[in-house]
C-alpha cells in the first residue's frame, strides 16, 4: 500500500517532465505550443459561457421557487413503490444538469438528515455514480459541433437510472 501512496505523490511530475522533455526532444518550441493550447482553452471557455450561465440560472430558479422540493413530494407515491426516498428526487433531478448546484444540495442533506444517515449515505453514492449529463452534452457537443446525438441521451439516461440504482441496493447491502 505504501508503494501505490509513494507513485501516486510522484506521478504527476513525472508525467509533465516526460511530456517536456519528449517535446524538447523533438524539438517543439513548448512555450509557443502551451500559449496556443492555453488560447484554444480560452476560446472553448468563451463559448460554452452562455450555456453555463444558462444552466445555473435555471437551476437558481428551481431551487429558489421550491420546485424541486414539490417535484420530489408529487413522485413520492411513485419512489415508495420503488424504495428510493423522495428527498432525494430534487437531488437526482438537478445532478442530470449541475454537480455544483447536486454538491450544494447534497450539503443542505448532509445538514438536515447528517451524513451517516440512509439518506446521506445513498446521496453520496449517488453522486459518484451518476453524471451530469445534460451539462457534459451540451458543452461537450456544442464545442465539438456535433449536430447529431443519436442514441447518446437515451444511453447517457440509461447510465444514470442504472447509478441510481446501484446506489441504493449498495447501501442497502452494505449499510
Known amino acids: 500500500m505504501q508503494f501505490l501512496l509513494y507513485v501516486s505523490d510522484y506521478i504527476i ?19 509557443s ?12 471557455v468563451l463559448n460554452i459561457l452562455p450555456t453555463l450561465i444558462g444552466l445555473m440560472i435555471a ?17 413520492k ?32 442533506i448532509f445538514k438536515e438528515y447528517g451524513p451517516d444517515s440512509y439518506l446521506g449515505r445513498v446521496s ?20 465539438a459541433g456535433v449536430k447529431k446525438t443519436r442514441y447518446t441521451l437515451a444511453g447517457a439516461l440509461f447510465a444514470t437510472l442504472t447509478g441510481i440504482i446501484a446506489s441504493v441496493v449498495i447501501t442497502n447491502m452494505v449499510f
Open 13 to 31: 511530475p513525472f508525467v509533465i517532465f516526460y511530456i517536456v522533455g519528449f517535446a524538447i526532444l523533438m524539438k517543439v518550441p513548448v512555450f
Open 33 to 44: 505550443e502551451f500559449t496556443k493550447g492555453a488560447e484554444d482553452g480560452f476560446k472553448v
Open 59 to 75: 437551476i437558481g430558479i428551481l431551487r429558489a421557487s421550491g420546485t424541486l422540493n414539490l417535484l420530489g413530494e408529487f413522485l
Open 77 to 108: 407515491p411513485v419512489t415508495t413503490i420503488l424504495h428510493f426516498p423522495s428527498e432525494l428526487v430534487p437531488l437526482v433531478t438537478v445532478k442530470l444538469f449541475s454537480s455544483s448546484a447536486a454538491t450544494s444540495l447534497l450539503l443542505d
Open 124 to 143: 453520496s453514492i449517488i453522486m459518484s455514480c451518476t453524471e451530469t449529463v445534460f451539462y457534459t452534452m451540451s458543452v461537450y457537443f456544442m464545442t
